[in-house]
């Protein structure tokens, strides 16, 4: 993949080169952070042309929005229309701004187009985890026997403070870190759907959930991380429909040490009325729920141990993403989301950003169905946002987008309605989306404090009738 770096990047991977993975950066280093680059690691400047703005502190809660009535967010933007449009009539005279994933849906799908609008850089962080996420500049390291294991810091734990781990990273596995480890809202709660469409235009309703997403480092009342096994992410999701599945509770977590139990699974099935451990459910294990359309570290952006990848930065890169999609997330119904090949393209908000490109091939003897990944990473969020996955003939097989907007209410990026096309088969699936429609919802709360959710196996089992 040919990738123009910018100079900024040159400057921050040619310092890093000679450094050992392991350790953290220098004080010199980390004086950037609050300068030049904001204290979270994004380039803080405007673009030379301008489309790319200055980070001006992201978005404050918008008027009109109120959460205690609103199953939705607002859309702030809703009135801006498309600066310009990307097809496969146009596609080269923007090709330097396309990941691959994107290419190829532009040559495969000749409906298929981008609706590119103003750029707005939204994401907010509270002071608090600005100010960690400095401190962690310095003091965070991976760990662990195998490279990107595992994480260590100077809080109190030994683990890093709650913010980015590295906000200069110097390898593939410190910027996925960022993706798990990332600022967001302590608790998001998601009441929808999702759909595959086969390569013939067919859909079919994939199990309907209610879910609670949970950044627990981020509770700002700091009694979720006792109750979530210390985790940086989880989500604990039950299922409503269809019949058949009604009833079925996944409840997952994700710690800062990936090797040592650091994924831990539960399952819960209505018909055998019990909780079981499923350390299975990782890696290249198809979601059998969700038909197998897609695998477990799949699942927003990257979840899991990272030990059969070699991971690599390639760079900082202008390039059109989803960004600010409050269409297929909280405002658009069903039928003005699908299309028969693709997402309908009028449905997304396409936007200029910097993102971090991280490339990783499979390792030498390692097992996996993808024998190389590549993820995008918006620079402000530390969010993954698009990814590309390869066969084991090294053709590009599935492309991945993930639609996100800012919880301005709570600060934070939700990411958590995504969207795959298996451009081999033909088909494509959306997830966590339908939230516009009748009874369904999707909402943010920075502690979970007097939340309905079932945090730990026994509070599943408890709770666990169909």
Request: glycine share 10%; aromatic share 14%.
């Amino acid at each position: 993949m040919k990738i123009k770096f910018l100079p900024y990047a040159l400057m921050i991977f040619g310092a890093c080169a000679a450094t050992s993975a392991m350790s953290a950066v220098s004080a010199e280093e980390a004086k950037q952070l609050g300068a030049e680059f904001t204290r979270f690691g994004a380039v803080k400047a405007a673009n030379a042309d301008g489309s790319v703005p200055e980070y001006t502190g992201g978005m404050n809660p918008v008027a009109g929005y109120d959460p205690k009535t609103m199953a939705t967010y607002v859309d702030p933007f809703k009135d801006e229309k498309p600066a310009y449009r990307v097809d496969a009539k146009n596609m080269s005279q923007y090709e330097a701004m396309l990941t691959e994933g994107t290419k190829a849906m532009l040559k495969q799908y000749p409906s298929f187009q981008l609706n590119v609008y103003p750029s707005h850089r939204s994401f907010r962080y509270p002071e608090w985890v600005l100010d960690n996420t400095v401190k962690n500049a310095t003091t965070a390291k991976l760990t662990g026997e195998v490279e990107g294991d595992a994480l260590s810091g100077a809080d109190k734990d030994g683990l890093p403070y709650a913010g980015v781990p590295f906000p200069i990273p110097k390898s593939g596995y410190e910027a996925i870190w960022n993706h798990t480890a990332r600022y967001n809202a302590a608790v998001s709660h998601n009441v929808g759907g999702g759909y595959l469409v086969d390569s013939t235009g067919s859909i079919t309703t994939l199990p309907t959930a209610d879910e609670y997403f949970v950044h627990p480092w981020y509770d700002v009342k700091g009694t979720l991380r006792a109750k979530t096994f210390n985790a940086l992410f989880g989500f604990s999701a039950k299922l409503t429909s269809p019949p058949s599945s009604a009833g079925v509770v996944f409840l997952n977590y994700y710690t800062a040490n990936a090797a040592e139990g650091g994924q831990r699974v539960w399952f819960y099935t209505p018909g055998q009325r019990r909780v079981r451990q499923a350390p299975e459910f990782s890696y290249d294990v198809p979601i059998a729920a969700y038909g197998g359309v897609t695998v477990w570290d799949d699942i927003y952006g990257y979840l899991g141990r990272m030990d059969r990848f070699d991971y690599k930065i390639v760079g900082r890169k202008e390039m059109l993403i989803p960004y600010n999609a409050f269409g297929p997330t909280n405002t658009l119904p069903v039928k003005e989301l699908l299309g028969e090949k693709h997402i309908n393209p009028d449905a997304v908000r396409w936007e200029k950003h910097r993102v971090w490109v991280v490339d990783g091939k499979r390792k030498e003897g390692a097992r996996h169905a993808y024998s190389r990944r590549t993820f995008y990473l918006d620079e402000d969020c530390w969010c993954i946002v698009a990814s590309e996955a390869y066969d084991n003939g090294g053709a590009l097989w599935r492309v991945s987008h993930y639609y996100g907007f800012p919880t301005y209410d709570t600060g934070g990026f939700n990411t958590e309605t995504w969207s795959t096309n298996d451009l081999i088969k033909g088909n494509y699936f959306i997830l966590n989306t339908g939230h516009a429609e009748p009874g369904n919802s999707i909402r943010s709360y920075d502690t979970a404090e007097g939340l309905p959710v079932h945090l730990t196996p026994q509070a599943v089992a408890a709770g666990g009738v169909r």
